[in-house]
Protein backbone atom coordinates (compact mmCIF):
# COMPACT_ATOMS: atom_id res chain seq x y z
CA UNK A 1 0.00 0.00 0.00
CA UNK A 2 1.21 3.16 -1.11
CA UNK A 3 -0.04 5.25 1.55
CA UNK A 4 1.16 3.31 4.58
CA UNK A 5 4.95 3.23 2.74
CA UNK A 6 4.76 7.35 2.39
CA UNK A 7 2.89 8.03 5.85
CA UNK A 8 4.29 9.81 8.56
CA UNK A 9 3.15 12.00 11.49
CA UNK A 10 4.91 15.43 11.70
CA UNK A 11 7.83 17.74 10.35
CA UNK A 12 11.13 18.44 11.39
CA UNK A 13 11.90 22.36 10.32
CA UNK A 14 15.92 22.26 10.83
CA UNK A 15 17.95 25.07 10.49
CA UNK A 16 21.46 25.16 10.85
CA UNK A 17 24.05 28.22 12.32
CA UNK A 18 26.31 28.67 9.15
CA UNK A 19 29.20 29.76 12.19
CA UNK A 20 29.49 26.24 13.13
CA UNK A 21 28.62 24.58 9.81
CA UNK A 22 32.07 26.43 9.04
CA UNK A 23 33.87 25.92 12.26
CA UNK A 24 34.78 21.98 11.84
CA UNK A 25 38.01 20.37 10.33
CA UNK A 26 36.07 19.94 7.46
CA UNK A 27 35.36 24.04 7.14
CA UNK A 28 32.96 24.74 4.57
CA UNK A 29 32.25 26.97 0.91
CA UNK A 30 30.14 29.63 0.23
CA UNK A 31 27.83 29.76 -3.01
CA UNK A 32 28.46 31.44 -5.99
CA UNK A 33 26.27 34.23 -4.51
CA UNK A 34 28.87 34.66 -2.11
CA UNK A 35 28.79 34.62 1.94
CA UNK A 36 25.01 34.21 2.94
CA UNK A 37 24.05 36.52 6.01
CA UNK A 38 25.20 36.17 9.29
CA UNK A 39 21.52 34.42 10.58
CA UNK A 40 20.28 30.75 10.86
CA UNK A 41 19.67 29.12 7.67
CA UNK A 42 17.64 26.19 6.44
CA UNK A 43 18.95 22.54 6.46
CA UNK A 44 15.33 20.91 5.84
CA UNK A 45 12.04 19.48 6.12
CA UNK A 46 12.31 16.32 7.49
CA UNK A 47 9.20 14.18 7.46
CA UNK A 48 8.86 12.40 11.04
CA UNK A 49 6.83 9.84 12.98
CA UNK A 50 6.00 10.25 16.97
CA UNK A 51 8.61 7.27 17.78
CA UNK A 52 11.35 9.19 17.02
CA UNK A 53 12.42 7.02 13.74
CA UNK A 54 11.81 8.36 9.99
CA UNK A 55 11.57 7.65 6.19
CA UNK A 56 13.92 8.52 4.08
CA UNK A 57 14.70 8.33 -0.15
CA UNK A 58 10.62 7.83 -0.59
CA UNK A 59 10.15 8.08 -4.40
CA UNK A 60 13.17 9.47 -6.47
CA UNK A 61 12.99 7.29 -9.04
CA UNK A 62 9.21 8.72 -9.77
CA UNK A 63 9.31 11.90 -8.10
CA UNK A 64 12.88 13.40 -8.78
CA UNK A 65 14.50 16.48 -8.22
CA UNK A 66 13.52 19.40 -10.90
CA UNK A 67 14.81 22.50 -10.53
CA UNK A 68 12.77 23.67 -13.21
CA UNK A 69 9.42 23.52 -10.46
CA UNK A 70 10.88 25.74 -8.48
CA UNK A 71 12.14 28.32 -10.53
CA UNK A 72 9.85 30.98 -8.94
CA UNK A 73 11.54 30.12 -5.49
CA UNK A 74 15.21 30.22 -6.22
CA UNK A 75 15.52 33.70 -5.18
CA UNK A 76 14.18 32.98 -1.90
CA UNK A 77 15.85 29.34 -1.49
CA UNK A 78 19.52 31.48 -2.58
CA UNK A 79 19.00 33.68 0.77
CA UNK A 80 17.28 30.93 3.21
CA UNK A 81 18.59 27.82 2.14
CA UNK A 82 21.85 28.37 0.85
CA UNK A 83 24.95 24.98 0.73
CA UNK A 84 27.81 25.95 2.80
CA UNK A 85 29.52 22.11 1.95
CA UNK A 86 32.08 21.66 -0.22
CA UNK A 87 31.58 18.42 -1.38
CA UNK A 88 31.24 17.86 -4.59
CA UNK A 89 31.94 22.06 -4.99
CA UNK A 90 32.49 23.82 -8.37
CA UNK A 91 35.32 25.66 -9.24
CA UNK A 92 34.96 29.37 -9.72
CA UNK A 93 36.67 31.40 -12.25
CA UNK A 94 39.11 32.84 -10.06
CA UNK A 95 39.99 28.88 -9.11
CA UNK A 96 38.13 29.57 -5.66
CA UNK A 97 36.13 26.59 -4.58
CA UNK A 98 32.14 27.10 -4.14
CA UNK A 99 29.09 25.30 -2.26
CA UNK A 100 26.96 24.16 -4.67
CA UNK A 101 22.71 25.11 -3.59
CA UNK A 102 21.36 22.75 -6.62
CA UNK A 103 23.14 19.17 -4.77
CA UNK A 104 21.96 20.56 -1.55
CA UNK A 105 18.60 20.95 -2.88
CA UNK A 106 18.54 17.83 -4.74
CA UNK A 107 19.36 16.08 -1.32
CA UNK A 108 16.99 17.43 0.77
CA UNK A 109 14.25 16.79 -1.84
CA UNK A 110 15.42 13.26 -2.60
CA UNK A 111 15.94 12.06 0.86
CA UNK A 112 13.23 13.88 2.74
CA UNK A 113 10.44 15.75 0.28
CA UNK A 114 9.60 12.43 -1.17
CA UNK A 115 8.46 10.97 1.92
CA UNK A 116 5.86 14.32 2.04
CA UNK A 117 5.23 14.24 -1.78
CA UNK A 118 1.46 12.71 -1.27
CA UNK A 119 0.66 15.97 0.74
CA UNK A 120 2.97 18.49 -0.96
CA UNK A 121 4.24 18.46 -4.01
CA UNK A 122 7.92 19.70 -5.34
CA UNK A 123 6.46 23.24 -5.23
CA UNK A 124 4.72 23.28 -2.33
CA UNK A 125 7.64 21.78 -0.33
CA UNK A 126 9.84 24.09 -0.80
CA UNK A 127 7.45 26.66 -0.55
CA UNK A 128 6.38 25.71 2.76
CA UNK A 129 9.74 25.32 4.28
CA UNK A 130 10.86 29.06 2.89
CA UNK A 131 7.45 30.49 4.41
CA UNK A 132 8.42 28.59 8.31
CA UNK A 133 11.58 30.54 7.94
CA UNK A 134 10.19 33.69 7.62
CA UNK A 135 7.46 32.60 10.48
CA UNK A 136 10.14 32.87 13.46
CA UNK A 137 13.74 34.77 13.43
CA UNK A 138 15.74 32.50 15.65
CA UNK A 139 18.67 34.95 15.78
CA UNK A 140 16.28 38.09 16.62
CA UNK A 141 15.40 35.77 19.56
CA UNK A 142 17.95 34.75 20.62
CA UNK A 143 19.72 37.86 20.47
CA UNK A 144 17.41 39.82 22.46
CA UNK A 145 17.62 37.48 25.04
CA UNK A 146 21.70 38.76 25.21
CA UNK A 147 22.76 35.35 23.46
CA UNK A 148 24.55 36.75 20.45
CA UNK A 149 26.95 34.84 18.09
CA UNK A 150 29.48 36.54 19.37
CA UNK A 151 32.23 33.26 20.11
CA UNK A 152 31.41 33.00 23.66
CA UNK A 153 29.45 30.04 25.86
CA UNK A 154 25.90 30.35 26.44
CA UNK A 155 23.61 27.31 28.19
CA UNK A 156 21.76 24.88 26.08
CA UNK A 157 19.13 25.81 29.30
CA UNK A 158 18.63 29.66 28.58
CA UNK A 159 19.09 29.07 24.48
CA UNK A 160 15.83 26.41 24.71
CA UNK A 161 13.94 28.99 27.24
CA UNK A 162 14.53 32.05 25.56
CA UNK A 163 12.88 30.50 22.52
CA UNK A 164 9.94 28.51 23.98
CA UNK A 165 8.98 31.57 25.89
CA UNK A 166 8.99 33.20 22.18
CA UNK A 167 6.90 30.97 20.46
CA UNK A 168 5.24 28.98 22.84
CA UNK A 169 7.29 25.73 21.58
CA UNK A 170 10.54 23.72 22.85
CA UNK A 171 12.73 23.42 20.31
CA UNK A 172 15.11 20.87 19.99
CA UNK A 173 19.20 21.65 19.99
CA UNK A 174 21.61 19.60 18.60
CA UNK A 175 25.78 20.73 18.58
CA UNK A 176 28.85 19.83 16.65
CA UNK A 177 32.71 20.32 17.70
CA UNK A 178 35.04 22.93 16.67
CA UNK A 179 38.14 22.27 15.56
CA UNK A 180 39.97 22.49 19.06
CA UNK A 181 37.08 20.19 20.97
CA UNK A 182 34.66 22.49 21.81
CA UNK A 183 30.78 21.63 21.58
CA UNK A 184 29.16 24.62 19.50
CA UNK A 185 25.33 25.49 18.87
CA UNK A 186 24.60 23.77 15.30
CA UNK A 187 21.37 23.00 14.78
CA UNK A 188 17.74 24.24 16.09
CA UNK A 189 14.63 22.03 15.34
CA UNK A 190 11.35 23.19 15.35
CA UNK A 191 8.00 20.73 14.40
CA UNK A 192 5.39 21.70 11.82
CA UNK A 193 2.07 19.44 11.07
CA UNK A 194 1.95 17.00 8.47
CA UNK A 195 1.15 20.32 6.02
CA UNK A 196 4.17 22.55 7.19
CA UNK A 197 1.53 24.73 7.64
CA UNK A 198 2.08 25.40 11.33
CA UNK A 199 4.37 24.94 14.22
CA UNK A 200 3.43 22.13 16.56
CA UNK A 201 4.89 20.79 19.90
CA UNK A 202 7.00 18.77 18.56
CA UNK A 203 5.85 14.95 19.68
CA UNK A 204 9.68 14.18 20.44
CA UNK A 205 12.85 16.36 20.54
CA UNK A 206 16.56 14.82 19.11
CA UNK A 207 18.18 13.92 21.95
CA UNK A 208 20.78 16.85 23.06
CA UNK A 209 23.45 14.26 24.09
CA UNK A 210 25.72 15.85 21.39
CA UNK A 211 25.82 19.38 23.26
CA UNK A 212 27.47 19.86 26.52
CA UNK A 213 25.51 22.58 29.22
CA UNK A 214 27.38 25.26 27.92
CA UNK A 215 28.25 25.59 24.11
CA UNK A 216 30.10 28.04 21.81
CA UNK A 217 27.66 30.67 19.52
CA UNK A 218 30.27 30.93 16.77
CA UNK A 219 30.79 34.43 15.18
CA UNK A 220 29.50 34.22 11.64
P1 LIG B 1 23.24 13.62 11.65
O1 LIG B 1 23.66 12.22 11.89
O2 LIG B 1 24.29 14.49 11.05
O3 LIG B 1 22.48 14.25 12.78
O4 LIG B 1 22.13 13.51 10.51
C1 LIG B 1 22.44 13.10 9.23
C2 LIG B 1 21.21 13.16 8.38
O5 LIG B 1 20.24 12.21 8.82
C3 LIG B 1 20.45 14.49 8.47
O6 LIG B 1 20.98 15.44 7.59
C4 LIG B 1 19.07 14.08 8.09
O7 LIG B 1 18.97 13.92 6.70
C5 LIG B 1 18.94 12.75 8.74
N1 LIG B 1 18.41 12.85 10.10
C6 LIG B 1 19.12 12.89 11.27
N2 LIG B 1 18.29 12.93 12.33
C7 LIG B 1 17.03 12.92 11.82
C8 LIG B 1 15.74 12.93 12.42
O8 LIG B 1 15.56 12.94 13.64
N3 LIG B 1 14.68 12.91 11.57
C9 LIG B 1 14.83 12.88 10.22
N4 LIG B 1 13.71 12.87 9.47
N5 LIG B 1 16.02 12.86 9.64
C10 LIG B 1 17.11 12.88 10.41
P1 LIG C 1 21.22 15.37 5.51
O1 LIG C 1 21.45 14.03 4.83
O2 LIG C 1 21.93 15.47 6.76
O3 LIG C 1 19.84 15.91 5.35
O4 LIG C 1 22.02 16.44 4.63
C1 LIG C 1 23.36 16.53 4.66
C2 LIG C 1 23.86 16.39 3.26
O5 LIG C 1 23.68 17.61 2.55
C3 LIG C 1 25.32 16.07 3.24
O6 LIG C 1 25.56 15.21 2.16
C4 LIG C 1 25.94 17.41 3.01
O7 LIG C 1 27.16 17.31 2.33
C5 LIG C 1 24.92 18.10 2.14
N1 LIG C 1 24.96 19.55 2.35
C6 LIG C 1 25.22 20.45 1.40
N2 LIG C 1 25.21 21.69 1.91
C7 LIG C 1 24.94 21.58 3.23
C8 LIG C 1 24.80 22.52 4.28
O8 LIG C 1 24.92 23.74 4.13
N3 LIG C 1 24.52 22.01 5.51
C9 LIG C 1 24.36 20.67 5.73
N4 LIG C 1 24.10 20.27 6.96
N5 LIG C 1 24.51 19.76 4.76
C10 LIG C 1 24.78 20.21 3.52
Request: aromatic share 12%.
Amino acid sequence: NIWISRDFDFFYFVQQWPGSFCDTKKSCCFPLTGKPVSNFSIHGLWPNFSNGSFPSNCNIAENPFNQSKITDLIPRAEKGWASLSCAGSKKTENNKTSSDNTRFWKHEWDKHGTCSDLILDQHAYFEATLNLKDRVDLLQILQYNGIKPDGNLYSIVNITKAITQAIGLEPGITCNTDPSGNRQLNEIYLCADKYASSFIECPILPSRKSCTDMVEFPIF
